[in-house]
């Protein structure tokens, strides 16, 4: 059977255990950071890892921690158990892809990035923005990442799913630069 199949089956039943527990406002912030840090290592460093002989306990202890010392939900610690104990450590990743996915989607939520140069006092104002522009389009809540870039200069970049807002002034510098390499080509 597919993996990612397996895998949402999975986030489905630990969606189930989270809204009967009503505890989704406390493991969603933990799936989230764990998702970050197994993100982070290449797919094949990954499912070595999970290949091992680790047990639920170890992974509960490695990822609390990873996440700084703090316990896992109790939710969270069962979910882990249940992927070990059927020998599935491995569909982690696209178990709490799939989780957090179907989490916001039942929660009305959605995910974006917010890209700056640099955070300032002016961040808190264009966060709000966001929030409500979202709100009032998408008639849903706003979770939002703020990363920093120097690289985009200033302005901000803002990434929605398939929605993309860029306002930064390294995209309106390449907009100046096609136009003058344009118009100096006529002229050639």
Same mark, same amino acid.
Request: charged residues 25%.
């Given at each position: 059977?597919?993996?990612?199949?397996?895998?949402?089956?999975?986030?489905?039943?630990?969606?189930?255990?989270?809204?009967?527990?009503?505890?989704?406002?406390?493991?969603?912030?933990?799936?989230?950071?764990?998702?970050?840090?197994?993100?982070?290592?290449?797919?094949?460093?990954?499912? /070595?890892?999970?290949?091992?002989?680790?047990?639920?306990?170890? !992974? %509960?202890?490695? *990822?609390?921690? &990873? +996440?700084?010392?703090?316990?896992?939900?109790?939710?969270?610690?069962?979910?882990?158990?249940?992927?070990?104990?059927?020998?599935?450590?491995?569909?982690?990743?696209?178990?709490?892809?799939?989780?957090?996915?179907?989490?916001?989607?039942?929660?009305?939520?959605?995910?974006?990035?917010?890209?700056?140069?640099?955070?300032?006092?002016?961040?808190?104002?264009?966060?709000?923005?966001?929030?409500?522009?979202?709100?009032?389009?998408?008639?849903? /809540?706003?979770?939002?990442?703020?990363?920093?870039?120097?690289? !985009? %200069?200033?302005? *901000?970049?803002? &990434? +929605?799913?398939?929605?993309?807002?860029?306002?930064?002034?390294?995209?309106?510098?390449?907009?100046?630069?096609?136009?003058?390499?344009?118009?100096?080509?006529?002229?050639?």
């Amino acid at each position: 059977m597919n993996e990612g199949i397996i895998a949402s089956r999975y986030a489905g039943a630990f969606l189930q255990l989270v809204l009967e527990h009503g505890s989704g406002a406390s493991v969603v912030p933990q799936a989230r950071a764990m998702l970050r840090l197994v993100e982070r290592l290449p797919q094949q460093e990954f499912s /070595t890892a999970c290949r091992s002989e680790m047990t639920a306990e170890a !992974i %509960v202890a490695m *990822f609390g921690k &990873a +996440l700084g010392n703090v316990p896992l939900e109790k939710d969270l610690c069962s979910f882990i158990s249940l992927l070990v104990s059927n020998g599935r450590t491995a569909l982690l990743r696209e178990a709490l892809r799939s989780f957090l996915s179907e989490y916001y989607k039942h929660e009305g939520i959605r995910c974006g990035v917010l890209t700056v140069a640099r955070a300032d006092e002016s961040l808190p104002v264009l966060e709000a923005s966001l929030r409500t522009l979202v709100q009032n389009e998408f008639g849903c /809540t706003l979770e939002l990442e703020t990363r920093e870039d120097p690289s !985009i %200069v200033g302005g *901000f970049v803002f &990434a +929605l799913e398939d929605y993309l807002l860029d306002a930064s002034v390294r995209r309106k510098l390449d907009v100046i630069r096609k136009r003058y390499v344009e118009n100096n080509r006529r002229l050639i």
